[in-house]
């Protein structure tokens, strides 16, 4: 069965700053790998995706994420963080029989 | 605009009685998802559907049920044999079930509290 470890609960960094989020993923064939983001009260909204070719994928509002095989990671990236950004951070890798495995999520704090 | 529809958003139950959680999409996807969701645990998979008339148990469907009649709608009852339903319910749903490259299309979710 797929798993996906989002070892940072909660990640505090200033506005302007970069920002990395990690997710590690368990799966044994090729993994479907996503990011979304959700404030607080709402449903989920699509950040990026990876299923295949170049390993680094853009995404909206102006993130992107590695995908690294050897490494089971899949990293979330944001060159300049904006206070807007304060969210939830959720992983998740989708299997071919189309279900989703969800991390714990990450929760970012953006300083003033 | 199309797009998910979940109602209400808050929803409060007497223990004992049965509720049932709205779920309406215009996307004409054809699989759909039910996922609750409890501080600091993720999101856990209730019940999924890939086609109309059939669906599947998640990691988590004691104490609810659902039903796909039409490709539209796909409501979720919390009965009283959850044993702690207070949570956050979110619905989603992606074009096709397989293959698995196609993201979710999520509500806004409905907060559901026992009282």
């Known amino acids: 069965a797929q798993s996906v470890t989002q070892p940072d609960i909660h990640i505090t960094v200033s506005e302007g700053a970069s920002l990395e989020l990690r997710c590690n993923y368990s799966y044994g064939a090729t993994p479907y790998l996503f990011w979304y983001v959700q404030s607080p009260g709402q449903g989920l909204q699509l950040l990026l995706k990876?299923?295949?070719?170049?390993?680094l994928v853009q995404g909206i509002k102006g993130f992107e994420a590695e995908f690294k095989r050897s490494q089971s990671s899949f990293n979330l990236r944001k060159p300049s963080v904006h206070w807007s950004d304060a969210a939830e951070y959720f992983c998740?890798?989708?299997?071919?029989?189309?279900?989703?495995?969800f991390g714990d999520g990450t929760t970012l704090t953006v300083k003033p | 605009d199309g797009g998910i529809t979940q109602s209400p958003k808050y929803l409060f139950r007497k223990e004992g009685q049965n509720v049932t959680l709205s779920c309406e999409q215009n996307l004409n996807h054809d699989a759909m998802y039910w996922y609750r969701q409890d501080p600091g645990q993720g999101l856990r998979l209730i019940y999924y559907s890939q086609i109309v008339n059939d669906f599947q148990k998640g990691d988590i469907a004691e104490g609810y049920s659902v039903s796909r009649e039409k490709k539209e709608s796909f409501p979720l009852t919390v009965t009283s044999a959850q044993k702690n339903p207070t949570a956050f319910y979110l619905c989603a749903s992606s074009i096709s079930p397989r293959p698995g490259t196609q993201g979710y299309t999520f509500g806004s979710g409905t907060r559901l509290t026992v009282v």
């Open positions: 990876y299923f295949s070719g170049d390993t």
């Open positions: 998740a890798v989708r299997t071919n029989a189309g279900k989703s495995t």
